[in-house]
């Protein structure tokens, strides 16, 4: 049992370092939803001219930050008019270029990681856009669309559906200071929450266990760290493949980059291990209901490929840029909770997220959560119209 209680400690001092910053990430990323409409999205994603992935990738920046959604709302933009390679821009975006993940970086592993994923995520856009114009021909694209027409459910469906923005004009700050404002925050934020908490608390018991459980000295012998040239090759290479086989979704893999980090593996690696999260077999498996088996196998090719190009890259860009950190002290091995400003922080933003889940549940949230997992053609209600008083049941 000491082993078992070790492995839980390490993820449950894990989560409290994290906990303020994943609250605050999820309010952020929920006020930019409840202000921006899904059919605006859709209208600005009509071709793959680097304009529109730059606006792509931000918009998905601006959404979603479970991985499952991102991929069920690619998919329903692309069924919507949307340009592929915008939308597959979109999703690499919402997951791999949003706040939360990017405050967990720099909490756990240090700010160069932050910067890295910013730096990486356009760089794995790019790439894969050039993939893209290469390999994917009109006719699998069609072949793609006919698919992706039928409506196949994978994960998340009804969360991808919702359009949770506040409807009606005005500015952004007094849309956002509304009542219907205030609702539509306490639901995407309650509903982000619900899609991402299965992977988070997957990835923060794996990455215990693994910190627990598996010595240093065999990731430093798997990851080549005797070697510095070989491993910084090697690290993006079987960074994806650690990823694909541990199955955890967007924030969830951070925790366990954090392990692997301090376990040798190259700067370059740890970012195209956290870019795989849209490369998990769950996920891939949803690409095959999707579009295709056809367009499964060449999404996961070209993913791959340009997970590690990005990887390669980032790896060559800090290492010129002597950015790379010599230390290899990932916050993972501290146990228990000390009385800090973590602590503090932690007290601060449990409170708003109680708020938060109060209004959520007395304006119909409980309703919102059953259609959660919903088909993809059951187009929920609009939410934020002017009923946001007698929802009461």
Request: hydrophobic fraction near 55%; aromatic fraction near 10%.
């Amino acid at each position: 049992m000491g082993a078992v209680g070790h492995a839980l400690a390490l993820a449950g001092s894990m989560t409290w370092e994290i906990l303020w910053a994943l609250i605050l990430g999820f309010v952020l990323s929920a006020v930019v939803q409840a202000v921006v409409r899904k059919s605006t999205v859709v209208r600005l994603m009509g071709d793959d001219r680097p304009r529109t992935l730059a606006v792509a990738s931000l918009l998905g920046a601006a959404s979603s930050s479970c991985s499952y959604a991102a991929v069920a709302l690619a998919r329903s933009l692309f069924r919507k008019g949307a340009n592929f390679t915008a939308a597959m821009a979109f999703e690499i975006g919402s997951t791999n270029l949003v706040v939360e993940l990017g405050v967990i970086l720099a909490l756990l592993m240090g700010w160069q990681f932050t910067l890295a994923e910013f730096v990486g995520g356009p760089i794995m856009i790019v790439l894969l856009a050039v993939l893209f114009r290469i390999f994917v021909r009109k006719r699998l694209l069609e072949k793609a669309r006919e698919q992706a027409d039928k409506g196949l459910a994978g994960s998340m469906e009804g969360h991808a559906a919702m359009d949770m923005s506040v409807q009606g004009d005005g500015t952004f700050w007094r849309r956002l200071g509304s009542p219907q404002g205030f609702t539509a925050v306490a639901h995407v934020f309650v509903m982000e929450w619900a899609a991402i908490l299965r992977d988070l608390v997957i990835g923060l018991l794996i990455a215990g266990a693994i910190g627990a459980w598996v010595p240093d000295s065999f990731w430093h012998n798997f990851f080549l760290t005797d070697h510095p040239t070989l491993s910084a090759l090697w690290g993006p290479i079987v960074g994806p493949f650690v990823a694909i086989l541990s199955f955890v979704c967007s924030i969830g893999n951070v925790p366990l980059a954090a392990v692997l980090w301090n376990g040798g593996i190259s700067f370059g690696g740890v970012v195209a291990f956290i870019f795989a999260d849209l490369l998990i077999l769950p996920i891939l498996n949803i690409y095959r209901k999707y579009y295709g088996t056809r367009m499964a196998l060449v999404l996961l090719g070209t993913f791959y490929a340009a997970m590690v190009g990005a990887g390669y890259l980032v790896e060559l860009i800090f290492g010129v840029s002597g950015l790379i950190p010599t230390q290899r002290s990932a916050m993972v091995m501290t146990e228990g909770i000390s009385w800090n400003y973590t602590t503090w922080l932690n007290i601060a933003f449990l409170v708003l997220a109680a708020v938060l889940l109060v209004r959520f549940l007395r304006t119909g949230g409980r309703e919102m959560m059953r259609m959660m997992g919903g088909s993809p053609d059951h187009q929920p209600a609009e939410h934020h119209g002017d009923h946001g008083h007698h929802h009461h049941h």
